[in-house]
Antibody, heavy 120, light 107 residues
Framework: QVRLVESGGGLVKPGESLRLSCAASGFTFSDYYMSWIRQAPGKGLEFISYISKSSTYTNYIDSVKGRFTISRDNAKNSLYLQMNSLRAEDTAIYYC?????????????WGQGTLVIVSS | DIQMTQSPSTLSASVGDRVTITCRAS??????LAWYQQKPGKAPKLLIYKASSLESGVPSRFSGSGSGTEFTLTISSLQPDDFATYYC?????????FGQGTKVEIK
């Protein structure tokens, strides 16, 4: 079955970095766009970034541009999110999700999420 | 960016009720809208895509309608498993966005 498993979350101080990973299985990873979405504690969902099938295209929300970098390794069926210069407002559960095959669209399935806490 | 506004923010209903949630887009998104259900402590689950297409395995009591800027998610007969938070998502632009969510509570 299709499965996405995130890892790499944790507690970091403001200004520090963290790299999230998402291991995919059960589908042809290289056939899909992939996305990262986050959810601050008790809040709604926020799209962060997507990456195209061959990494040609990426997109970010304004609040993470220049600080976060999405990447993928199709040989390893893995998605990554490098997060630098972390801020308190980046505290959230981070989900990876499978996106569309021709363009970014609805996402399904989602991983279980990994919690990132940014606090001094 | 396209803004998505859901209403109501909270909805109290009883088992068996017909429930309707509305999502409005700040500009036309054609039919590029999806609906998700999220239960506490769990990842969201896709219910409806392209405004009205039911995702495989989702009960037929869920339905979606609309196009352009106004969309609805309807649960024809609310079941105990349906108490959750529901989000709409536009995927018309290359920077897609979610509505703020509608929590369906037990009345």
């Amino acid at each position: 079955q299709v499965r996405l498993v995130e890892s790499g979350g944790g507690l970091v101080k403001p200004g520090e970095s963290l790299r999230l990973s998402c291991a995919a299985s059960g589908f042809t990873f290289s056939d899909y766009y992939m996305s990262w979405i986050r959810q601050a504690p008790g809040k709604g969902l926020e799209f962060i970034s997507y990456i195209s099938k061959s990494s040609t295209y990426t997109n970010y929300i304004d609040s993470v541009k220049g600080r976060f970098t999405i990447s993928r390794d199709n040989a390893k069926n893995s998605l990554y999110l490098q997060m630098n210069s972390l801020r308190a407002e980046d505290t959230a559960i981070y989900y990876c999700a499978r996106d569309g095959q021709r363009s970014p669209e609805w996402v399904d399935p989602w991983g279980q999420g990994t919690l990132v806490i940014v606090s001094s | 960016d396209i803004q998505m506004t859901q209403s109501p923010s909270t909805l109290s209903a009883s088992v068996g009720d017909r429930v309707t949630i509305t999502c409005r887009a700040s500009q036309s998104i054609s039919s590029w809208l999806a609906w998700y259900q999220q239960k506490p402590g769990k990842a969201p689950k896709l219910l409806i895509y392209k405004a009205s297409s039911l995702e495989s395995g989702v009960p037929s009591r869920f339905s979606g309608s609309g196009s352009g800027t106004e969309f609805t998610l309807t649960i024809s007969s609310l079941q105990p498993d349906d108490f959750a938070t529901y989000y709409c998502q536009q995927c018309n632009s290359y920077s897609w966005t979610f509505g703020q969510g509608t929590k369906v509570e037990i009345k």
